[in-house]
């Protein structure tokens, strides 16, 4: 599900290709919908473009997903909590696509991170899945997260090279022992997100679970957690990531109406920063 750029999505998208990603079904509004990016995209094989019309909002608000209660603390909320909901029935239109196409697998992820498919024989997304033993439904990929050390930057996937790995793929002692420093006064180890994402085998009765997870209904998954591959996240990297959360958002910049809007502590902040501060606080920020 995205609104970015065709600056920001085509990179991305190469990039997947490269790694062996067959098909890639993009839910668009905003900058990503203009005719001027949906062209570019839809002449690209293996893209299938998804505009959200009244009648994709009259398919979802029919969704099963209303009446279930693993979601129910997210809905009629705004922003992220909105967001998060419109991911989760975007994703569930993807499994019926998926499964039309015949795909092997699905992976939901955002235009602002990369599959890193490291541990594989090769660098490739396709080989790593591949050697993922048949009674495995679900894998998930640890995230690591953007550190980011100027801030000039304007192409993140090939000016940002430093990351803060996960905790899954550290040393017990190494995160424990070196946490005040490596978070750097900030609510958590990282700033965003730190529970990965999750690719799943392509079969009957799947459901999303949350916009990082899959689930089943007739079972319970069995998942594995991946040593070597992460989802590298570029979060926040960009100047303008942190001038743009203000104009996403009909929130008041108070401690207490953010916590309506947002769902991490971090982008509540950022939120706040971003509504108040003059341009030259907000760098130092």
Same mark, same amino acid.
């Given at each position: 599900?995205?609104?970015?750029?065709?600056?920001?999505?085509?990179?991305?998208?190469?990039?997947?290709?490269?790694?062996?990603?067959?098909?890639?079904?993009?839910?668009?509004?905003?900058?990503?919908?203009?005719? /001027?990016?949906?062209?570019?995209? *839809?002449?690209?094989?293996?893209?299938? #473009?998804?505009?959200? $019309?009244? !009648? @994709?909002?009259?398919?979802?608000?029919?969704?099963?997903?209303?009446?279930?209660?693993?979601?129910?603390?997210?809905?009629?909320?705004?922003?992220?909590?909105?967001?998060?909901?419109?991911?989760?029935?975007?994703?569930?239109? /993807?499994?019926?696509?998926?499964? *039309?196409?015949?795909?092997?697998?699905? #992976?939901?992820?955002? $235009?602002? !991170? @990369?599959?890193?498919?490291?541990?594989?024989?090769?660098?490739?997304?396709?080989?790593?899945?591949?050697?993922?033993?048949?009674?495995?439904?679900?894998?998930?990929?640890?995230?690591?997260?953007?550190?980011?050390?100027?801030?000039?930057?304007?192409?993140?996937?090939?000016?940002?090279?430093?990351?803060?790995?996960?905790?899954?793929?550290?040393?017990?002692?190494?995160?424990?022992?070196?946490?005040?420093?490596?978070?750097?006064?900030?609510?958590?180890?990282?700033?965003?997100?730190?529970?990965?994402?999750?690719?799943?085998?392509?079969?009957?009765?799947?459901?999303?679970?949350?916009?990082?997870?899959?689930?089943?209904?007739?079972?319970?998954?069995?998942?594995?957690?991946?040593?070597?591959?992460?989802?590298?996240?570029?979060?926040?990297?960009?100047?303008?990531?942190?001038?743009?959360?203000?104009?996403?958002?009909?929130?008041?910049?108070?401690?207490?109406?953010?916590?309506?809007?947002?769902?991490?502590?971090?982008?509540?902040?950022?939120?706040?920063?971003?509504?108040?501060?003059?341009?030259?606080?907000?760098?130092?920020?």
């Amino acid at each position: 599900s995205t609104s970015a750029s065709l600056h920001q999505i085509l990179p991305w998208l190469y990039y997947h290709k490269v790694i062996g990603v067959s098909h890639f079904i993009l839910f668009v509004e905003g900058e990503a919908a203009k005719p /001027a990016v949906t062209s570019v995209l *839809e002449s690209i094989r293996g893209v299938k #473009i998804i505009y959200r $019309t009244k !009648e @994709l909002k009259e398919q979802q608000d029919r969704s099963r997903i209303w009446n279930e209660t693993w979601l129910s603390g997210f809905f009629y909320k705004p922003c992220n909590y909105e967001l998060f909901v419109k991911q989760s029935l975007n994703m569930e239109m /993807a499994i019926v696509m998926a499964r *039309e196409a015949g795909m092997d697998w699905i #992976i939901h992820l955002d $235009t602002d !991170e @990369l599959i890193h498919p490291a541990g594989a024989r090769e660098y490739s997304l396709r080989r790593l899945l591949l050697d993922v033993p048949d009674n495995v439904d679900m894998v998930i990929f640890p995230n690591y997260e953007s550190s980011v050390e100027r801030d000039d930057i304007k192409d993140p996937f090939t000016e940002v090279s430093m990351f803060k790995k996960n905790y899954d793929h550290l040393p017990k002692d190494t995160y424990f022992g070196l946490y005040k420093e490596a978070t750097r006064g900030n609510p958590n180890y990282f700033l965003t997100y730190g529970n990965g994402k999750s690719a799943a085998r392509v079969q009957e009765h799947m459901r999303p679970n949350g916009a990082h997870r899959w689930h089943n209904y007739m079972k319970s998954p069995n998942e594995i957690k991946l040593e070597e591959a992460a989802i590298l996240h570029y979060t926040y990297t960009k100047f303008s990531d942190l001038t743009s959360r203000r104009d996403r958002c009909g929130c008041k910049p108070t401690k207490e109406d953010v916590k309506r809007c947002f769902i991490l502590e971090f982008d509540r902040l950022a939120f706040i920063i971003a509504s108040t501060a003059t341009e030259q606080e907000m760098r130092n920020w």
